[in-house]
């Protein structure tokens, strides 16, 4: 059964650091997102992406953030700089229509 | 920003029992899901709605979409060790291309053998 990949699995990164986490949604899925889940806590929307632009983005993805879809199959979220509280599991997720979304394992962001 | 209430907050049951949980907001919703997410996992779909009075199932599980757009129900039926993990809802406002999910806080089930 097709599924979302997220890579890498665990990512440890100093405060101030940039990275970058790895997306590869479902093959023909149009839609693509980014949430993340503060341990203990819901999951938060960040931001939606179709034809190859950002059609939403929450008050969490500010300036920092950044996402784009290099290649038509990768998937990426950038934090330019992190701060301790970007610390969460980050979820990638994609859907073939608007009123679905399926999530992958997810990306556990720890910034020290 | 919209916000979605899950009620209970968490619940023990015996193993066989059947299950009613329930997801509600301020807010009108086009579409409600329903997830279950396991430790250090993502979520996983379980059942989409889409129609206000919508009743869908999926094996034990059956979910109903409220008349009023307001509210969602989860049910699951004998409930077995392996349904232990906590359940979302999620609703979203417009069917509009991109527009996010708002999930609730979750209904974190266990089930005693």
């Known amino acids: 059964e097709p599924e979302v990949t997220q890579t890498p699995s665990h990512q440890v990164t100093q405060m101030g650091q940039e990275v970058i986490l790895r997306c590869v949604p479902i093959?023909?899925?149009?839609?693509f997102y980014w949430y993340r889940q503060i341990l203990g806590q819901k999951v938060e929307f960040l931001v939606s992406?179709?034809?190859?632009?950002?059609?939403?983005k929450s008050e969490i993805f500010d300036d920092q953030f950044s996402v784009e879809r290099p290649d038509g199959s990768n998937f990426t979220l950038k934090i330019r700089s992190t701060k301790l509280e970007d610390s969460a599991m980050y979820f990638c997720?994609?859907?073939?229509?608007?009123?679905?979304?399926?999530f992958g394992q997810g990306t556990r962001l720890t910034v020290v | 920003g919209q916000q979605l209430n899950q009620s209970p907050q968490s619940m023990f049951i015996q193993e066989g029992e059947d299950v009613s949980m329930n997801c509600t907001s301020s807010?009108?919703?086009?579409?409600w899901l329903w997830y279950k997410q396991d430790p250090g996992e993502g979520p996983v779909l379980l059942i989409a709605?889409?129609?206000?009075?919508e009743l869908t199932s999926n094996g034990r599980l059956t979910a109903q979409f409220g008349i009023t757009r307001k509210d969602s129900f989860l049910n699951i039926s004998a409930s077995i060790p392996s349904d232990v993990g906590i359940y979302f809802c999620?609703?979203?406002?417009?069917?509009?291309?991109?527009?996010?999910?708002?999930f609730g806080p979750g209904t974190r089930l266990s089930v005693l053998p």
């Open positions: 997720a994609s859907s073939g229509r608007p009123t679905e979304a399926f």
């Open positions: 093959s023909n899925h149009l839609y």
């Open positions: 992406f179709y034809n190859n632009e950002i059609s939403e």
């Open positions: 807010s009108i919703f086009n579409t």
């Open positions: 709605l889409y129609k206000a009075g």
């Open positions: 999620a609703g979203q406002l417009s069917v509009d291309y991109g527009q996010n999910f708002v």
